[in-house]
């Protein structure tokens, strides 16, 4: 697993460079689902500090067993209305958020003793059916609803675009993203990240601006086999 870390942090190198973009401004997200903790503590020893879950059930028990080390944790998954409130107070960030009523038993649970919960408004930027996220056309809607709430911090975008092999291809749906979330900030929101990119788009990403890369192949090898 060392090898594919620095793997894939060779690649963020490259991309940047390739990409003019400036070094260390693409945060590394490892994206552990179904990962044990040995893992987890094992990339952490190389330094990774961000590390992405998308099961509640799954990352409690992770985030206890590896409460010893200055971790970062960021919510991946689809929010279910009854682990809002658990999400809300363990996870440092939320990339996933999209709609008004999750937003606010978010805010409603972050405990105040706690910074503001981190939030990236996940978008559905291919219109698929099949895909969670808001529509672009209700994003600024969204945003301004999520800006208001004391406990949340807006920070940006997130989207997991359709699958496409082509590099260009790749492109063409963060692109979308990148050019809705400057439309956002000239509007006023003071949003600095855009979380898009992962295994097999991470150069793409790169290229269109991502701030945050989730990956989980890439240094995990194959995900195991839930069962």
């Known amino acids: 697993m060392d090898a594919r870390w620095w793997a894939v942090q060779e690649r963020l190198r490259v991309a940047q460079e390739r990409f003019g973009r400036p070094p260390g401004s693409v945060v590394l997200l490892a994206a552990s689902k179904a990962q044990p903790v040995e893992h987890i503590r094992q990339l952490a020893a190389l330094g990774q500090r961000a590390f992405g879950e998308n099961y509640l059930q799954e990352a409690c028990p992770k985030m206890d067993a590896c409460a010893d080390l200055d971790l970062e944790w960021h ?24 709609s008004q009523q999750t937003a606010l038993r978010l805010a409603a649970a972050r405990p105040p003793a706690l910074p503001p919960l981190n939030v990236c408004l996940q978008v559905n930027i291919d219109a698929e059916p099949s895909k969670a996220g808001v529509a672009p056309v209700a994003v600024a809607d969204l945003a301004r609803a999520v800006a208001g709430l004391p406990q ?59 701030t945050i890369v989730r990956i989980g192949t890439a240094l995990f090898g194959p995900r195991p086999t839930r069962h």
């Open 75 to 98: 919510f991946i998954g689809a929010i279910q209305g009854n682990k809002a409130a658990q999400v809300a107070c363990r996870f440092d960030w939320v990339h996933t958020l999209a």
């Open 152 to 210: 949340l911090r807006l920070r940006g975008l997130m989207a997991v675009p359709a699958p496409a092999s082509d590099f260009q291809d790749q492109r063409r749906p963060l692109r979308a993203l990148r050019e809705l979330w400057l439309e956002l900030r000239g509007q006023g929101f003071e949003l600095d990240t855009l979380s898009m990119g992962m295994s097999g788009d991470l150069e793409a990403a790169v290229a269109e601006g991502a």
